[in-house]
């Protein structure tokens, strides 16, 4: 029921910032769990950060005070912004959208963030 576009990606210094976007196009998008995950190469996919229909927020520890989702229902639209980057968070940036009821996930594309001196 929904398709998600990720845009935002590059390359950026350690220290510095970006900001992920994902909109989302289909139906009943206010209803669904949004959320971000990330992929390194030879490491399981993890999730990093999500945000209810209510708007309660969960971070991954490692990304605490670092990195802040948010959504806004009427532009369909759900970002990450991205400060104070490390090495480490280097990965494919994938969004999720999850409807409870169903218990269905879909999928963004992906979108490489690479932190690099």
Not at 52 to 73: A, C, E, P, Q
Request: aromatic share 12%; with cysteine.
């Amino acid at each position: 029921q929904v398709q998600l576009v990720e845009s935002g990606g590059g390359l950026v210094q350690p220290g510095g910032s970006l900001r992920l976007s994902c909109a989302a196009s289909g139906s009943d998008f206010s209803a669904y769990r949004m959320g971000w995950y990330r992929q390194a190469p030879g490491k399981q996919r993890e999730s990093v950060t999500a945000i209810s229909s209510g708007g309660v927020t969960y971070y991954l520890d490692s990304v605490k005070g670092r990195f802040t989702i948010s959504r806004d229902n009427a532009k369909n639209t759900v970002y990450l912004q991205m400060n104070s980057l490390k090495p480490e968070d280097t990965a494919v940036y994938y969004c999720n959208a999850y409807q409870e009821y169903t218990h269905s996930n879909y999928w963004g594309q992906g979108t490489q963030v690479t932190v690099s001196a």
